[in-house]
Nanobody, 117 residues
């Protein structure tokens, strides 16, 4: 299994970014996936997850601003982020196989998101 995130960068408050996680060895029909965020080496916190059935879970702080999606044709997981805030800053990684309440064993190389005030 390989997971590689991309799309991070520096953005001003109120801006938008879309993260992508390219995958191999993952079956979206069987494996749920999620995005986690880590700030300055601290713990990884769930940002958003999606189950094989398409059910989504979001952290309260990102509801209404972030959208998780997947594309089985390209084996890509995405995270569309709008109205970004400084507290969205962190290192974003994708995770699989994810189910609500339990992170998976595979972590991908992440991507840094920095939101300036």
């Amino acid at each position: 299994v390989q997971l590689v995130a991309s799309g991070g960068g520096l953005v001003q408050t109120g801006g938008s970014l879309t993260l992508s996680c390219t995958t191999s060895g993952i079956d979206f029909g069987v494996d749920g996936m999620a995005w986690y965020r880590q700030f300055q080496g601290g713990q990884r916190d769930l940002v958003a997850g999606i189950t094989p059935a398409g059910s989504t879970t979001y952290a309260d702080s990102v509801k209404g601003r972030f959208t998780i999606a997947r594309d089985s044709a390209t084996n890509t997981l995405t995270l569309q982020m709008k109205d970004l805030r400084p507290d969205d800053t962190g290192y974003y990684s994708c995770n699989a196989p994810w189910i609500p309440g339990r992170r998976g064993i595979y972590w991908g190389r992440g991507t840094q998101v920095t939101v300036s005030s």
